[in-house]
């Protein structure tokens, strides 16, 4: 019998449908499946409150664990064939309760030598989100194995007028009757079931060597070269922005909400004015960094780490 484990936190149940899908089929031919959804401690709330959706930024992007109910006995008990680990993507970071629970003694447990599967699901930039996936797995001896990134597939500027109607109102609808539905298309969500025949293989072969593989040719992961730039930059700036933050006080102060103010709305800046400008250096470099762009989309659809070749 195969055990297979899988982990994951969905805020909007989004994760939930799309790893539902995932593993639907993958249950049966001596192939048992136990589920492990992390809960935070306390919980967050959804639809977000203004406030309190700056307010994460600091602690996300500095990967600062936060408490959260751990794995029930009969999760820990077992030895696993396979982990697989569903994450959003908060602030170019996996959200803290993905990161809370990647630094606890309990991902050492369940983790330490098992094959892994990373599935994202997010708006559209995941590249940085899951090279610190990637360390973060390494930390507790994971293997990670394969990969799948999900993603809004509307152009970055609507993408972020969706998410913002869907996160502060809690409605995946059109916004203002003209915005395309926010998040993944219900056909990407649906058709996620196709990315289980080539794990189920895998994993009774036990040979996960060409999984990756398997796995882009079924289109699991596209790798836009402009949002790799835009994500390097975000990351760089925030940062600085999260680093002077974490400084003026516990979540909720008043000293620490007058800077993350100041942030929303550099933040909004920065999509609507760095961003083109990113675009506009990106089409000026294109063809002198094709060789370059080639080997970041090779490296950043694959399950290596740099810091470990």
């Not at 195969?2 to 995932?22: A, D, R």
């Not at 094959?115 to 797995?137: D, F, G, H, T, Y």
């Not at 593989?213 to 949002?227: F, T, W």
Request: hydrophobic share 45%; with cysteine; charged share 20%.
């Amino acid at each position: 019998m195969k055990e297979v484990l899988v982990i994951h936190y969905s805020q909007t149940g989004q994760l939930t449908s799309i790893l539902e899908n995932m593993v639907g089929t993958l249950s049966g031919d001596s192939i048992n499946i136990s589920h492990y959804k992390i809960v935070p401690d306390p919980q967050y709330g959804f639809p977000w409150k203004p406030t309190q959706f700056y307010d994460v930024f600091p602690e996300t992007f500095l990967q600062i664990p936060a408490g959260f109910h751990p794995p029930q006995p009969d999760i820990l008990d077992k030895k696993y064939d396979l982990v697989i680990l569903g994450y959003q993507v908060w602030y170019l970071t996996p959200s803290i309760p993905i990161t809370s629970f990647l630094k606890s003694d309990f991902a050492g447990k369940l983790l330490k030598d098992t094959p892994v599967v990373s599935v994202v699901a997010c708006r559209n930039m995941w590249i940085q989100a899951q090279e610190k996936i990637k360390r973060l797995l390494v930390s507790v001896d994971a293997k990670l194995v394969g990969h799948i990134a999900l993603v809004d597939r509307h152009i970055n500027h609507i993408s972020v007028i969706t998410i913002e109607h869907w996160m502060l109102s809690g409605r995946k609808d059109r916004y203002l009757s003209l915005f395309p539905k926010p998040g993944i298309s219900d056909s990407d969500i649906i058709n996620a079931s196709k990315f289980g025949q080539p794990i189920k293989d895998a994993l009774l072969a036990a040979d996960f060597t060409k999984l990756q593989e398997n796995l882009l040719q079924m289109d699991a992961v596209r790798v836009n070269p402009l949002l790799v730039r835009t994500d390097e930059r975000g990351n760089i700036l925030f940062s600085k922005w999260a680093n002077l933050i974490i400084k003026k006080g516990a979540p909720g102060g008043p000293k620490r909400l007058k800077w993350l103010r100041l942030f929303k709305f550099y933040l909004k800046f920065a999509i609507w004015f760095i961003a083109p400008i990113v675009f506009v250096v990106f089409l000026i470099t294109y063809f002198p960094m094709t060789k370059k762009r080639n080997r970041e989309r090779k490296y950043y659809a694959s399950v290596a780490l740099k810091d470990t070749q």
